[in-house]
């Protein structure tokens, strides 16, 4: 019976720094076509056995979401307008909202479940993370499903 995999989306800070490594290394061959792998893991300081033993299964989150389907949960201040102002991020980056759910708010705090799609030639989902994290109210952007 073959083991099925699991995906999980972690923040930088706690990749271990050979992950960090072979994702840099993986970088450098692509934007240097005439970049061997020795020369790649020489530059990032990395063995290539470590190169080779997780380069398919790492990589950058924002090459893998561009021109998908997010969906968020974010927990707010309920505060006249605030949905408005969420929104209003999203639409900077030019992102389709499929779905939006708000709960009842309780002690002066709501739950909004967004489902959005974000194309590629509009900004990547990292950056649009970052940007609502930074909206005053805002207590936490977590992101519960990628298609």
């Known amino acids: 019976m073959q083991e099925k995999d699991n995906y999980y ?3 930088q800070k706690a990749l271990p720094e ?24 020489e530059v990032v300081d990395l063995s290539r056995s470590s190169f080779y033993k997780y380069k398919d299964d790492i990589f950058p989150f924002r090459d ?4 998908k389907t997010l969906t968020l949960v974010i927990q707010v201040e309920d505060v006249p307008g ?10 900077e ?9 708000q709960t009842i708010p309780i002690n002066g705090i709501a739950t909004l479940t ?14 649009l993370i970052v940007e609502l994290e930074q ?5 936490y952007v977590k992101i519960l499903a990628r298609e």
């Open 114 to 127: 967004l489902s959005i799609e974000l194309l590629s030639e509009n900004g990547d989902a990292e950056d």
């Open 135 to 139: 909206v005053e109210g805002v207590h």
């Open 93 to 101: 980056f030019k992102a389709n909202v499929l779905t939006i759910h």
């Open 82 to 91: 605030f949905l408005s102002q969420i929104l209003k991020k999203i639409a």
């Open 64 to 67: 893998d979401t561009r021109g």
């Open 18 to 41: 050979v992950l960090l490594k072979v994702v840099e290394a993986k970088r450098l061959l692509d934007t240097h076509k005439a970049m061997t792998v020795q020369e790649a893991t």
């Open 9 to 11: 989306v972690v923040k």
